[in-house]
Nanobody
C-alpha cells in the first residue's frame, strides 16, 4: 500500500519561490514514475511535471523554465521547486505515483500566489 504526503505549500507573493515535497511510503518508490498535478477552482486539472525512475523529466509548457522536479530515492521523496511564481500558479498541488495497476494520489497542498 502506498501513501503520499505533500508539504511545503503556502502563501507567497508573485516572483517568490516555494519548494513542495512529497514523501511516499512503500517499497516501490524507486522504480515508479512520480508527478505533480495541480487544480485551481473552476479549471481543468493540469499535469505539471513528471520524473521517471531513471530521471527522465517532463514539464507543462506553463511552468517550463520556472519549475524543477527532482527526486531522492533514498528518502522516498519527490520535490517540486517553484520559482518565479505567478498568480496563475495558484492551485492545489497533488503528488502522484504512477503504477501500471493503480495510480496513487496525495491529499494535496495549497499554493497561493498573490499579485
Amino acid at each position: 500500500q502506498v501513501q503520499l504526503v505533500e508539504s511545503g505549500g503556502g502563501l507567497v507573493q508573485a516572483g517568490e519561490s516555494l519548494r513542495l515535497s512529497c514523501a511516499a511510503s512503500g517499497s516501490t518508490f524507486s522504480i515508479s514514475t512520480m508527478g505533480w498535478y495541480r487544480q485551481a477552482p473552476g479549471k481543468q486539472r493540469e499535469l505539471v511535471a513528471t520524473i521517471t525512475s531513471g530521471g527522465s523529466i517532463t514539464y507543462a509548457n506553463s511552468v517550463l523554465g520556472r519549475f524543477t522536479i527532482s527526486r531522492d530515492n533514498a528518502k522516498n521523496t519527490v520535490y517540486l521547486q517553484m520559482s518565479g511564481l505567478k498568480p496563475e500558479d495558484t492551485a492545489v498541488y497533488y503528488c502522484t505515483l504512477f503504477r501500471r495497476s493503480q495510480n496513487y494520489w496525495g491529499q494535496g497542498t495549497q499554493v497561493t500566489v498573490s499579485s
